[in-house]
């Protein structure tokens, strides 16, 4: 067709798109990712390692900033090869390559990952700020409810009638009449995965939202008998499906609301610690069941998040979230402890910004004087003997009339702002963007807004990484399965990033 309409027109032979057109736009769009980090006032960065289908080891590193009209911006920065093993050490040279190819090794980085040991040696190593992913921490507590043995028995048995309407033809087509007949959504059962927790939450409540239509196929003639009795589940059974589904829901919602890349999510995960520990404190009108779930998460939830740096970093985040500045999840002390940091914190950071030098004193900042209400003339004597011009004559009017009860530090000014904002009116949890909030608000709270815009940026998840792990998954096909690193690097860097 192409000859027909334009028979001088060369087509790209294959090799002149592999190794001339793809890595020509990746060093265009690669510059233009560079070009944007160096804007960033904080670069926060993810970091997880996946197996590709021709089974070569990746391990993928996106990263995060807030722009200047207060957007959260992401990009995949790189995903390479590693053959080595995976410790810590080699993890973090990893890192420190990515931040010297994308100089953001000024940039303050903050880098977030899974619970793996080795991930944190590697921040450790680099000498980078780390933070847990929640999402992971939720996935590691709701495994633990799932083995435990009565749960694992239910789940054994709904796994079984999923499966069996899965792979028998003739099962698919009965359950999809009686859905019909009894007026179901016309959806397909669905069957866990070990490795994902959510995905056992997702089989059970499909399950309990077709299981009259399941026992109706399951009672009709045209399934086999043997296999009846495979399937049968006793109304205990259902009851329990039940009881798991309502003690999960939370750990659903949460893993959802903290998957979003658009908003902040760091300022999300204390409150949604302190309030899950809360919730799952069992009541004497509960079941077993119910107790055994709520006592096995709990007590996993309670193991995370130990470190007091961590900690802080999280309380921080929160404080700078204009829904829960308030902290109602902290003592008061640690309350205040906390919004002392910030305002000595707010402080420093505009110190560093106007290149005026941060002098330590009793472990307390002593910052820079800044001048609110602009010099004040003094009266100068109309007459005066002629012998009297001194230094004060010729500098005076601008080193002398600054009165100095008009002189602030921006200690005294992170103060009022922090006063000021704490009694502002807090944010709606329902639809409220916080970004947007800080962009309305920012000429009101310059110093508090400058640090809101550091620790905003985190994601509270790694999940923007394992994202990559799906779009790799449509790319390295059994058929591009022989994709050289390299062009794989190249071709999700694209696929991620070209506009």
């Known amino acids: 067709m192409v000859n027909t309409m334009e ?7 294959r090799r002149h798109i592999t190794d001339v057109a793809v890595p020509t736009i990746y060093e265009e769009v690669k ?14 960065l993810t970091c997880d390692a996946w197996t590709s289908r021709a089974t070569e080891s990746y391990v993928t590193i996106t990263s995060h900033y807030i722009s200047d009209e207060w957007e959260l911006v992401s990009h995949v920065l790189q995903t390479r090869a590693m053959h080595e093993s995976h410790t810590g050490s080699n993890i973090a040279e990893l ?22 040991s080795n991930m944190t040696v590697a921040a450790q190593l680099a000498g980078m700020l780390h933070v847990k992913c929640f999402a992971h921490a939720i996935n590691l507590a709701s495994q633990r409810a799932l083995k435990l043995p009565s749960v694992a028995r239910l789940l054994g048995r709904v796994r079984r009638i999923t499966s069996f309407f899965r ?15 009894l007026q179901l959504p016309e959806h397909k059962l ?47 059974d259902i009851t329990s499906a039940e009881e798991i589904v309502s003690a999960l829901k939370p750990m659903k919602v949460a893993t959802l609301v903290l998957s979003e890349e658009s908003t902040a999510t760091l300022s999300l995960v204390a409150p949604l610690h302190a309030q899950m520990i809360h919730d799952l404190q069992e009541s004497p009108s509960e079941s077993t069941m119910i107790k055994e779930i709520k006592s096995a998460i709990c007590l996993d939830l309670n193991k995370r998040y130990l470190d007091d740096e961590q900690k802080d970093i999280l309380y921080v985040a929160s404080a700078m979230d204009p829904r829960f500045k308030a902290l109602p999840f902290l003592s008061d002390d640690k309350r205040q402890d906390i919004y002392v940091r910030v305002i000595a914190e707010a402080a420093r950071c505009q110190q560093r910004e106007t290149g005026v030098e941060a002098r330590e004193t009793n472990a307390d900042v002593v910052p820079e004087v800044v001048d609110v209400q602009g010099p004040v003339q003094e009266d100068i004597p109309s007459k005066r003997p002629r012998d009297s011009f001194t230094l004060a004559d010729l500098l005076g009017q601008t080193y002398g009339a600054v009165r100095p009860s008009l002189r602030k530090t921006t200690h005294e000014l992170a103060e009022e702002e922090m006063k000021k904002y704490k009694e502002a009116a807090p944010l709606s949890l329902t639809g409220a963007n916080p970004l947007d909030w800080w962009k309305q608000h920012q000429n009101e709270y310059p110093l508090l807004s400058h640090l809101a815009k550091r620790y905003l940026c985190i994601p509270g998840t790694s999940v923007s990484s394992e994202r990559v792990f799906s779009t790799a998954g449509d790319i390295i096909t059994a058929q591009r399965s ?18």
Not at 7 to 13: G, N, S
Not at 167 to 181: E, F, G, I, P, Y
């Open 31 to 44: 510059l233009h990712v560079k070009t944007s980090l160096a804007s960033a006032e904080r670069v926060a």
């Open 190 to 236: 669905m069957t866990d995965v070990v490795t994902r927790w959510n995905s056992a939450f997702d089989m059970l409540q499909r399950f309990l939202e077709q299981q009259p239509a399941i026992c109706a196929a399951l009672l009709s003639g045209e399934v086999r008998k043997t296999e009846k009795d495979l399937c049968t589940l006793n109304d205990s």
């Open 95 to 116: 890192l420190k390559t990515a931040l010297e190819e994308w100089d953001i090794k000024w940039k303050d980085p903050v880098v977030v990952t899974d619970n793996a």
């Open 482 to 499: 022989a994709l050289s690193p390299k062009h794989v690097d190249q071709i999700l860097f694209l696929s991620k990033n070209l506009k």
């Open 167 to 181: 792979r028998s033809t003739t099962a698919s087509h009965v359950l999809q009449q009686k859905q019909k007949l």
């Open 7 to 13: 028979p001088r027109y060369m087509i790209p032979t």
